[in-house]
């Protein structure tokens, strides 16, 4: 496979980034150092342009990008296609087969004022399910100028959720931190596309930024901010820009995490020496302390239905990781070998995603099973996909961090270079 591949992912919010600062300057964007042996043979031929002149922009190599980059499917380059139909009635199914294409898509593109029509089928070609050559799926959009990225991620959103039967993320976005290696604020919290597209600074300083999370609606960031040499839990409107303090003082406050449910914000906290975790109601604006001083306790995050919190805690020795009900009862020790932290759980909770020894692992919690997923070094906060397919965390590279993907069956591997500068705490947003 060729080193580079380049994807771009889809604006959830279709006026947000109108509101917000000015875009990033040294972008990071996913190259692909290697595809899985499982991924799918998938055909995208090039979309037909039924306008004057050259395309407007390619829509079919965008969902090639998509479909290849959530691990699962491995798209035939053009050149190697042995033709390259229009429509569902010009695909001559026998010639796909014969390379062992089991799905094709064809699809045109046609100017309509300011909009654009684009048309596309899915064909199945090996008869799989019933008869070669039937179409499996036929859709329709009329897509603004300006929005011509969104109509291609909905289209590989659809493509993804015909043959897998699984929601695709390719309209979700991340946050995360930069440091560039100069400059009188040069600490950064930015939001991108996935993929490192379309890249924002909501929030700049002269002093450090961690540990952005989105909230529940995907409306709110909150983050750990240093102001003045003082620690505070920020809480960031996005369409507004309007930051309120959630707590600060002595001490250190991060972490932070939203519940699912969107009524509480878990974070950490050393005013009281050691580090322990705190409930801050979104609605009342009350803080309750859950853990008491056992060890330090740190890095809360939530089960799908928001009635057990994750945490890191050292009071045994060791940090490890450790499960709690929303009113801080029944805590039980997940990990108990090694160094383990930043659990985070798939949404029907049989794996704990984690960092083991600097390593990103998975912890079937059923069975015991352990897979490391990864042979980077240093592996941090890990944050999962919201399809529960990939894993975006940081790593260290040379002097610097970088943004790193993986799925989590460990088959498939990507990164996310920067140019200038340390890229951490990436956080994945919700749907």
Known sequence: ?????????????????????????????????????????????????????????????????????SGMFQAVPPQNMPQEPISATQVNSAQWAK???????????????????????????????????????????????????????????????????????????????????????????????????????????????????????????????????????????????????????????????????????????????????????????QITQLTQNVGNNTEPSWSADSQHIIFTSDRTGNPQIYMMNRDSSNVQQLTNQGLNYSGRLTSDSKDLILISNDHLMKKNLETGKKQFLTTTFLDETPSLSPNNLMIIYSSTQGLGKVLQLASVDGHFKARLPSGDGQVKFPSWSQY
């Open 99 to 285: 390379l062992g294409i089991g799905n094709v898509v064809v699809g045109q593109i046609t100017p309509s004022g300011n909009n654009y029509v684009v048309a596309f089928q899915l064909i199945d070609t090996l008869g799989i399910s019933g008869s070669a050559g039937r179409v499996l799926l036929q859709k329709q959009y009329s897509i603004p100028s300006s929005k011509v990225r969104i109509g291609a991620h909905t289209i590989s959103d659809d493509i993804f959720k015909q043959i897998t039967g699984l929601r695709g993320a390719f309209r979700t976005k991340i946050a995360y931190v930069i440091q560039e290696n100069s400059g009188d604020r040069p600490y950064q919290l930015r939001i991108a596309d996935y993929d490192g597209h379309n890249q924002h600074v909501i929030f700049r300083s002269a002093e450090p930024i961690m540990s952005p999370a989105w909230s529940a609606d995907n409306r709110k960031i909150a983050y750990s901010a240093f102001e003045n040499q003082q620690s505070k839990l920020i809480l960031q409107d996005l369409a507004s820009g309007q930051r309120d303090v959630i707590a600060q003082g002595s001490g250190h406050y991060g972490a932070p995490s939203f519940s699912p449910d969107g009524t509480v914000l878990a974070f950490s906290s050393s005013k009281e020496g050691k580090l322990n975790i705190y409930l801050y109601n979104l609605k009342t604006h």
């Open 1 to 69: 496979m060729k080193p580079i591949k380049q994807i771009i992912a889809i604006l959830f919010l279709s006026t947000l980034f109108l509101l917000l600062t000015a875009k990033a300057e040294n972008e990071v964007r996913i190259v692909i150092d290697g595809g899985s042996v499982f991924a799918r043979p998938i055909a995208i031929v090039p979309f037909h342009w039924n306008g004057q002149g050259n395309k407007p922009i390619d829509i079919s190599s965008i969902v090639v990008a998509d479909l290849t980059n």
